[in-house]
């Protein structure tokens, strides 16, 4: 990047709204996401939306296609990563000791991030807003499906009291054990004594785009989002149906989840492939849309 690149890009993420925009981007990042649900996650209306995304865009820091009759939007990671490559060059230029301790820092946050990760039981949180089906639904699965490998739990950024019936009703039809399945806030896993999760998915897309505390350990995350059945309309077959067709679906992820050698992927290219998973799923959906 040139210097008016940067000076654009920074200008751009100088204002607020601009900011959250790109935030939410950022977490969402590789995948797109609709300009409606930008809009209604930021509260922010339609034309505002537009100015922000369109500023971001032109500093080169967001891109935007057509998919239908809605347009995606996606963070820009090659410019970016330009952008930081700028800002760390031109902070440790001639001065590497002004740079090196923070150097250190962020890679004792990574927790040796981009190394093998090592042959265990692995921790796996599944996040949704209500905590009431999808992520029940990951947890009971790979519960039963990674037995002695993986731990499984899920969560809620704003939790219902109880777990829906009908998605109760799919687990004990398909075998599950259902005894140990609450719903569950996600501060119940932000907490000093709480597990360390080695990898943390978020099952809807509204929770996607929820800021939160970075975790503990910096686990791989990825975005698996999937409409909610649990908003089904239609009679009562095809509602249920719903539910059934998001148990498939996740247990059609879970299965890919299952297959990859963990115990011998670097930290990158599991999150390559993890981020594989989500956006392929999300790709069939919109086409069977």
């Avoid at 990671?77 to 800002?87: C, N």
């Avoid at 009971?140 to 490998?149: M, N, P, S, V």
């Avoid at 686990?219 to 249920?240: F, L, R, S």
């Amino acid at each position: 990047m040139e210097s008016t690149a940067e000076t654009d890009a920074l200008s751009a993420l100088a204002h607020p709204g601009r900011l959250a925009v790109f935030r939410l981007l950022a977490r969402r990042a590789p995948g797109s996401v609709p300009a409606g649900e930008i809009a209604e996650a930021l509260g922010l209306k339609p034309n505002t939306l537009s100015v922000h995304v369109a500023a971001l865009a032109r500093a080169g820091l967001a891109t935007s296609r057509r998919d239908g009759r809605s347009i995606l939007y996606a963070v820009d990671l090659e410019r970016v990563g330009a952008l930081l490559a700028f800002l760390v060059n031109d902070c440790c230029r001639g001065r590497p000791e002004l740079c090196a301790p923070l150097a250190a820092q962020a890679l004792r946050r990574l927790d040796e991030g981009t190394g093998i990760m090592t042959d265990r039981i692995f921790n796996v949180l599944f996040i949704c807003t209500g905590n009431s089906a999808r992520s029940i639904f990951a947890e009971a699965i790979l519960a039963k499906e990674g037995a002695g490998r993986f731990r499984a739990f899920s969560a809620g950024t704003r939790p219902y009291s109880e777990l829906n019936p009908e998605a109760v009703a799919v687990l004990k039809r398909l075998g599950h054990d259902i005894s140990g399945l609450r719903s569950k806030n996600v501060e119940e896993f932000q907490q000093a004594d709480s597990p360390k999760m080695d990898f943390v998915f978020t099952v809807c897309d509204s929770a996607a785009n929820e800021e939160c505390p970075p975790w503990p350990g910096q686990p791989i995350t990825a975005h698996w989002g999937m409409p909610d059945p649990v908003k089904a309309v239609g009679t009562t077959a095809e509602k249920a149906l719903a539910f059934t067709e998001a148990y498939r679906t996740l247990r059609h992820r879970m299965t890919g989840f299952l297959s990859l050698p963990v115990a011998t992927l670097d930290r990158i290219s599991l999150q390559k492939r993890l981020d594989a998973i989500g956006l392929s799923a999300a790709t069939d959906e919109r086409r069977a849309g």
